[in-house]
């Protein structure tokens, strides 16, 4: 089964400042997708960007954006500019059609923003 | 509003009691998909249907089950309930897989007693 590991259980930004989340994640197909969602308190969860295996290029989402390291097994997140309201959990997830596209989750990191 | 209901939002029942969570896809979503989030396990993947028959399975517990109806809404039981099984469930629904996003529910908050 595909492994997805995000080792900042906590992390905190400043208002205004770019933070950076990290997953790896660990699987032998070469065809999959990955996501990045927001669970705020109110334990919706929200889609943030999403990436396609097979695509180089990095996803965006305005203040949004992944870095996507396919040899590494690496995609974390870049949140620019950041705002109250992007505090949350922020769980990394991947997705292929081996597991019905279910989706396979880290264990998620807090985001604390100050003011 | 994600277009996924899940009724009820919250549920309080004692151990060794069984019940029943229900899920209403977006119209048109075929596929939904039920998830375990506890603060031990994190996260998991329970079951996936897709237009009524089931398609891929995870970390799902024996004494549950779920089922797909022709109208596409789903239902996961859960019996012989153990406090550990206290958590929130989520209900998912896609169109198909691929990079088609996954619709989340509000989620039942189950608590066992």
């Known amino acids: 089964a595909q492994t997805v590991t995000q080792s900042q259980p906590e992390m905190s930004v400043q208002e205004a400042e770019t933070v950076t989340l990290s997953c790896t994640y660990d699987t032998s197909e070469s065809d999959y997708y990955l996501f990045w969602y927001k669970q705020p308190p109110s334990r919706q969860m929200i889609l943030v960007i999403r990436q396609e295996a097979y695509k180089q290029q990095n996803a965006t989402e305005n203040r949004f954006s992944v870095n996507f390291q396919k040899a590494a097994k690496s995609f974390s997140l870049k949140i620019s500019d950041s705002q109250l309201g992007d505090a949350a959990m922020y769980f990394c997830a991947y997705r292929s059609s081996n597991s019905g596209y279910a989706l396979n989750f880290g264990k998620g990191t807090s985001l604390l923003v100050t003011p | ?113």
């Open chain 2, 1 to 113: 509003d994600s277009g996924v209901t899940q009724t009820p939002k919250h549920l309080i029942t004692a151990t060794g009691q069984r019940v029943t969570l229900r899920c209403s896809p977006r119209s048109g979503d075929l596929s939904v998909y039920w998830y375990q989030q506890s603060l031990d396990q994190g996260l998991q993947f329970l079951i996936q249907y897709y237009n009524g028959e089931e398609r891929a399975k995870g970390n799902i517990l024996e004494r549950f089950s779920a089922q797909q109806f022709p109208d596409l809404h789903s239902e996961l039981n859960l019996s012989s309930l153990e406090l550990g099984d206290s958590a929130l469930y989520f209900c998912a629904s896609s169109v198909v897989g691929g990079m088609t996003e996954a619709f989340f529910g509000q989620g039942t908050r189950l608590t066992v007693v």
